[in-house]
């Protein structure tokens, strides 16, 4: 019997490994493009991978952080803060972003309990 569908797949059936490959490297590719044109932008990332605030010290470290990247400069601010239960990545744009961002990668390095892992990166893993 013919498969007439696209490619030969059956739709009940997954996709072979290679095409998952292909789909994950198309994923990659467009993350790549798109981190290249914030960066010619200006928007500048740090991505800080917390594990989980076990304790109120843990939560303070992070609320101190966040807090500092909420306080605008005259010509640097934050204008997204994102992450789950274990991470946070912070959006900054403006002409003095490379400077926010190392002031604010300073500061958690100053705050890290000794395990986070800091990037100027939008990707914290």
Do not use: K
Not at 37 to 51: F, K, N, P
Not at 55 to 64: G, K, M, Q, W, Y
């Amino acid at each position: 019997m013919t498969d007439h569908h696209a490619g030969g797949q059956r739709p009940d059936l997954p996709l072979p490994s290679d095409g998952c490959a292909g789909i994950l490297e198309q994923l990659a590719v467009a993350s790549l493009v798109a981190e290249a044109e914030d960066l010619l932008r200006g928007v500048r990332y740090l991505s800080i991978a917390t594990g989980d605030p076990e304790t109120d010290d843990d939560l303070a470290r992070v609320n101190a952080l966040t807090s500092a990247a909420w306080t605008p400069r005259a010509d640097a601010a934050t204008t997204a803060i994102r992450g789950g239960n274990d991470y946070l990545t912070i959006r900054v744009e403006g002409a003095e972003a490379d400077a926010f961002v190392d002031d604010l990668a300073e500061l958690a390095q100053r705050l890290n309990p000794g395990f986070w892992r800091i990037n100027r990166s939008p990707h914290a893993f």
